[in-house]
């Protein structure tokens, strides 16, 4: 081979490459970081720091799998500096959201929103955010995979049965790692009831599954079906709101997953059920299943009987804008 060849040679391996990274890289996360009263650091500080995470966020290979640049996962990162502890030392409180497309319409669908309140990290200006998945570097890098990954298993549940199960895994492994280095009690057990230990380790344990095939049956057998078929969308998402309903009070007040689900779909299920295609005794039997999932929030689901406008089939025929189809993930 000339050298020629070989120089051409190199550089179609290198665009190739190039290509698969850009393709590869599986979240469209939009990062705010606030600042309110500070008193030691300068707030360009966390300009860079804003930018750094959504490098580190958008720009990293999380998955093995390709994307499309239309199927990347929409998140939201938001955190709020609660103390200055030093000069480079912050506690926060961390909002984290994502959402994905509904097939055939431009309908956005939440399908983890979750608030952290105990961040605590190290940060000078300019660091380099490095991230191992076999060693513990820093809480900060800890903290965004760690979410990262559950974000990424979220959204693979909702596209196949359990398909999320591998990030899942990876976000508890974090959790192990940070347990004897990370700055943060949440990551211990022992530490509450509530926090990012038990968050991973109830969508990985095997008693709590029927939630996770629940939350698949109500994205992709229900609220993907309702552009063709809203009574049967609807169906299979009354099917899964029951099989959760049955699981809650096996358990109650348990389960770190469902309680989730509850506090971020509460306004959708209304929607939903509040079409006026919904008959009046569905939309009846709804409010009593609801208000028994979630006592606290029946005076929401009791608005189900009062409105006339909601999220049916129509409504998502009339949205013409295809967001991405049906991804499937194996």
Known sequence: MTNIMMRLFVIILALLSISKTVLAQELNCKVTVQAPQLQIVDPKVFKTLEQSIFEFMNNRSWTDDVFRQEERIDCDLFLSITEEVSANQFKMQAIIKSSRPVYNSDYLTSNFEYTDNTWNIRYNQYDELEFSETTYLSELTALLAYYAYMIIGMDYDTFSELGGTPY????????????????????????????????????????????????????????????????????????????????????????????????????????????????????????????????????????????????????????????GGTRERN
Request: glycine share 6%.
């Open 168 to 323: 899942f895994q990876k976000a508890q492994a974090i959790v192990n790692m940070a347990q004897s280095n990370g700055i943060s009690s949440d990551w211990k057990a022992s530490e509450g009831l509530t926090n990012r230990y038990w968050l991973v380790d109830h969508h990985l344990d095997n008693r709590f599954q029927s939630y996770r095939k629940a939350n698949y049956d109500y994205h992709r057998k229900g609220l993907d079906k309702m552009y063709d078929d809203s009574a049967q969308g609807r169906k299979s998402v009354v099917a899964a709101i029951t099989s959760i309903e049955k699981l809650n009070r096996q358990f109650p007040a348990r389960i770190i997953p469902v309680n989730v689900f509850i506090n971020y779909k509460s306004d959708e299920f209304v929607q939903i059920f509040s079409d006026g295609q919904v008959p009046a005794p569905e939309k009846t039997k709804m409010v009593n299943l609801l208000s028994q999932l979630a006592p606290a929030r029946s005076n929401i689901f009791q608005s189900i009987n009062s409105r006339s406008g909601g999220l049916g089939g129509r409504d998502l025929r009339e949205i013409q804008k295809n967001r």
